[in-house]
Nanobody, 124 residues
């Protein structure tokens, strides 16, 4: 069983930055594909970014490309989401997810484990 704990959410002004972290326990991160998803009030959960096991392949939704960056520290068993140039539309609960071999990186239910979520609020 893998436990995921997200940290780093909070409030930022538009144009600001936040860094989310997701600490995994129970299994080495080197065996897991990691993803970040978000859900805004009244909207469906959406894919944000993903990193395959070695970190050599990353994927982002179009609206965050160039602003967000996913990285991983397999030694610390932690994955990060650096969010720059934040916009009010980035406001959401952000979820970390981990999967041994998710069929599709952008599908939340394809991941085996999920965190509890952390709130990110961006004001204009």
């Amino acid at each position: 069983q893998v436990q995921l704990v997200e940290l780093g959410g909070g409030w930022a002004q538009a144009g600001g930055s936040l860094r989310l972290s997701c600490a995994a326990s129970g299994r080495s991160l080197s065996w897991l594909t990691m993803g970040w998803f978000r859900q805004a009030p009244g909207k469906e959960r959406e894919f944000v970014a993903a990193s395959t096991r070695s970190g050599s392949i990353t994927s982002y939704r179009d609206s965050v490309k160039g602003r967000f960056s996913i990285s991983r520290d397999n030694f610390r068993n932690t994955v990060y989401l650096q969010m720059n140039s934040l916009k009010p539309e980035d406001t959401a609960v952000y979820y970390c997810a981990a999967g041994v071999a998710p069929t599709t990186l952008g599908v939340f239910s394809d991941y085996d484990y999920r965190g509890q979520g952390t709130q990110v609020t961006v004001s204009s």
